[in-house]
């Protein structure tokens, strides 16, 4: 079993940074990808950003890139999601998961973290 912890979502204004983390612990736990979704209210979850074990496979959606950047510490089983210059519009719940490859679907991932808040205040 693996179980994702995500923390580090809040209230910010809009221009601002945040960064996000997701630790992952539990015997499952082995070499896996990992990802970020995010679900704003009233719409479908969408993929944000993905990274491989090894750091070589790293995809982040398209409308995204250039202010979203993911990375993780292998060291510490530890996702991260850095985000820049905020917007409104970022405003969702934001999930961790993690699973076999880096994917933009979501049922190809395995485990989900309970997700964590963030509010980007205009």
């Known amino acids: 079993q693996v179980q994702l912890v995500e923390s580090g979502g809040k209230l910010v204004q809009a221009g601002n940074s945040l960064r996000l983390s997701c630790a992952a612990s539990?015997?499952?736990?082995?070499?896996?990808?990992m990802g970020w979704f995010r679900q704003a209210p009233g719409k479908e979850r969408e993929f944000v950003a993905g990274i491989s074990w090894g750091r070589y496979t790293v995809d982040v959606a398209d409308s995204l890139r250039g202010r979203f950047t993911i990375s993780r510490d292998n060291g510490l089983n530890t996702v991260y999601l850095q985000m820049l210059r905020l917007r409104p519009e970022d405003t969702a719940t934001y999930y961790c998961?993690?699973?076999?490859?880096?994917?933009?679907?979501?049922?190809?991932?395995?485990?989900w973290g309970r997700g964590t808040q963030v509010t980007v205040s205009s």
């Open positions: 998961a993690a699973g076999p490859l880096v994917t933009r679907t979501e049922g190809e991932y395995v485990y």
């Open positions: 539990g015997a499952g736990f082995n070499r896996d990808a």
